[in-house]
């Protein structure tokens, strides 16, 4: 019996006409969710996604073998709009009705907690990213004797970013007075903890730390906190802010005459297109390296240098390599690495599948139970990194202190601002 295209096209809109899905076709479909901001305030963390997204069509484009079974691959993209309360409605969306088999997020806590958190409670694994290891596990209300049965992060801790930042301050002739922009989120909460945060390790390496207190993202007024820091003598300024605060705060602190030797932030000066918009008030800017084309690594699914990827990310868009770029990608590596290990897509193989996963990929190795304080985190390596005048751009990132991670090569020293 032969089906020519018009009789089966004519049998497919019957059976959707009569209210039954044509299940031989769907079952073969395996989706994979991915939650990131590609509006709002947090964009800058998502600018790569669609991209990254683009390449691992072609990577995927032979599917997927899971328990014997080949299944085509989808990518299903939701955008948080930098919203927790988005975050958490699109990845319950992913879930009960994209019915994807794995989801993926990055950009901030206030993305991928909400997310982790509704895959946590709908028993659906998800792969989280791009968020310092605490304030992803105890903003969770995560328990250290029991951990989290669905979700698993990959990134580094505030215990590293700690050691960045004052590696780095270390090498230069200041005061050790230090100013603390903390806002009332995910991050400034976790950074400006008297325990997990900033201040105890602060205060036991001889920095005295001035913390005015928690404000609001997208506040338009710092006279407070300048002056605080002025009043006390600072000369080093550090904290996590979104970038459109760092500008407020950086254009500020001149009008007001505050001029520190040091600022080295968390999350705000990540990106190229936030240092270009900062004019000269840009140069001299120090940050967190999680990633970039100096990293030594290789991605395991499709065999690109770290080096190679930014290359290829350049010449597609026509835009400068950006730090969340390696990160997307690495989610992509997990979860094909971890698919094809998995017995079938039933949500616990797959869970237990990425709990066993042990690969290097193009951000370092990752593996769950042993590389990391919990069973659900991984680190990943951190370096620090200070913008300067570019040759290739207009603003370029050095990476300019590696004692945290020697492996990652330095291309210069920290100088003051």
Request: hydrophobic share 40%; charged share 20%.
């Amino acid at each position: 019996m032969t089906f020519n295209r018009r009789q089966f096209t004519q049998a497919t809109a019957a059976l959707v006409a009569s209210g039954a899905t044509p299940l031989v076709f769907a079952a073969d479909t395996l989706k994979i969710g991915y939650v990131s901001p590609q509006t709002g305030p947090l964009a800058p963390f998502g600018e790569a996604d669609k991209w990254v997204i683009d390449q691992m069509k072609a990577a995927f484009k032979d599917g997927i073998t899971v328990g014997g079974k080949k299944y085509a691959v989808q990518i299903v993209l939701k955008d948080s709009q930098s919203n927790p309360n988005r975050a958490g409605e699109v990845a319950n969306d992913l879930i009960l009705k994209d019915k994807v088999a794995l989801v993926l997020t990055a950009g901030t806590p206030e993305t991928a907690n909400p997310v982790s958190d509704a895959c946590e409670l709908n028993e659906v694994p998800c792969i989280s990213s791009v968020v310092p290891w605490q304030p992803w596990f105890f903003g969770r209300k995560g328990d250290p004797a029991k951990g989290f049965n669905w979700t698993y992060h990959m990134f580094w801790g505030l215990e590293d970013v700690i050691a960045n930042f004052t590696n780095g301050w270390k090498t230069l002739a200041t005061n050790k007075k230090v100013g603390g922009l903390f806002p009332n989120d995910g991050d400034g909460n976790a950074w400006g903890d008297k325990e997990l945060g900033f201040p105890k390790p602060l205060a036991a390496m001889g920095f005295t730390l001035t913390d005015p207190g928690r404000f609001q993202n997208g506040t338009q007024d710092f006279s407070a906190q300048i002056a605080a820091f002025k009043s006390a003598g600072c000369e080093i300024v550090t904290g996590v802010v979104i970038p459109p605060d760092a500008k407020t705060f950086l254009t500020q602190a001149r009008q007001q005459g505050f001029k520190p030797k040091v600022i080295t932030l968390g999350k705000a000066l990540l990106f190229p297109g936030a240092i270009e918009a900062l004019g000269d008030l840009g140069d001299g800017l120090s940050t967190e390296v999680w990633w970039s084309p100096s990293h030594p690594f290789t991605s395991s699914l499709t065999q690109q240098s770290a080096k190679a990827l930014a290359e290829a990310y350049e010449a597609g868009v026509k835009k400068q390599w950006t730090q969340p770029i390696g990160f997307a990608h690495a989610l992509f590596e997990v979860a094909a690495n971890a698919l094809g290990r998995a017995k079938s897509l039933k949500a616990s193989d797959v869970r237990d599948a990425v709990a066993a996963t042990s690969i290097n990929s193009v951000v370092g190795p990752v593996k769950w139970g042993g590389q990391g304080p919990f069973k659900n985190v991984s680190k990943t390596p951190l370096v620090l990194g200070q913008w300067g005048k570019g040759k290739k751009y207009k603003v370029e990132l050095t990476i300019v202190n590696n004692e945290a991670a020697t492996q990652i090569p330095t291309g210069g020293t920290l100088r003051l601002l």
